[in-house]
């Protein structure tokens, strides 16, 4: 379940569902695995994603902002000098991957041999152009608990770079990291991955507050964010929006008697309120 909630957030996916069977319902002879027993009663299942959603909300804060682009994969070795395979639909990781050209090398550390012992890196923009990158662990098994099939990990960047930040998956904090030699050790529980900036303090993780007020034709805007408000757009029934404009503190607007009107503000690394 790990492995396939954080493996899709690296490729760039921007939500996750989970669907209830109602099982109940089918006949004795049928049965559907799924999050919940007969009786509305919640399985193993059910504690898995327990366990694993606030990481995932912790995460999704910022990848929803992020544009994907490029998700590679990470081999690992299932015996000394013998590669294992790239799945199908998937390139192996190379230079230059995800246009970061400071990483030079990503590798599963030596001395854990093993099929399916590999990764996953996608690779991510914001609006500002800053670049970031996930890694997750592609080792699970179904007698594996994620500490079990923990795998480590190193990613070696060129000599421009020595620190970095890690978007904590339990906390939600950003941190940084200090880079020994330009390079990060990185330790990941089975089918799971760690969200990092290149730059240092790039997370935007701020609460952005704004506000609106009608006088007359004219609306007066106010809004504020650590890293910059650079758009806005309008609308009546936050169904139909104007289109994205510069962010200003005025703006020419006819409210219908009785009616409402609806501002959103996008800020510097995409996100918005």
């Keep these: 379940m790990r492995l396939q909630a954080f493996a899709t957030q690296a490729a760039g996916f921007k939500g996750l569902s989970y669907f209830l069977y109602d099982v109940d319902d089918l006949p004795t002879d049928k049965w559907i695995c799924g999050l919940m027993n007969r009786g509305g009663i919640p399985n193993s299942m059910y504690t898995a994603a327990q366990s694993m959603n606030p990481e995932l909300l912790n995460l999704g804060k910022s990848l929803r902002c992020l544009d994907s682009t490029d998700i590679r994969y990470v081999r690992g070795q299932w015996l000394t000098g013998f590669w294992n395979s790239v799945p199908g639909g998937l390139t192996n990781w190379s230079s230059g991957a995800g246009g970061i050209a400071e990483i030079t090398a990503v590798a599963v550390a030596s001395g854990q041999l ?10 991510f923009n914001d609006d500002t152009g800053k670049k970031y990158f996930m890694l997750t662990n592609r080792y699970c098994g179904q007698s594996l608990t994620p500490a079990q099939s923990a795998l480590n990990f190193t990613v070696t ?5 020595n620190q970095i930040s890690r978007l904590n998956r339990t906390t939600g904090q950003q941190e940084p990291i200090n880079l020994s030699n330009h390079v990060l050790n990185l330790n990941l529980p089975g089918g799971t991955g760690d969200l990092f900036c290149m730059t240092v303090g790039g997370f935007d993780l701020s609460a952005p507050t704004g506000s609106v007020t009608v006088n007359g034709n004219v609306l007066n805007l106010s809004a504020s964010d650590d890293k910059g408000v650079t758009a806005m757009r309008f609308s009546s029934d936050r169904l139909t929006w104007t289109a994205w404009e510069p962010y200003a503190t005025t703006k020419s607007w006819t409210v219908p008697a009785g009616g409402t009107v609806y501002v959103q503000f996008k800020y510097a690394v995409g996100s918005i309120s």
């Design 157 to 161: 960047f060129n000599s421009s770079v």
């Design 114 to 123: 093993g099929v399916r012992k590999d990764g996953f890196i996608g690779f």
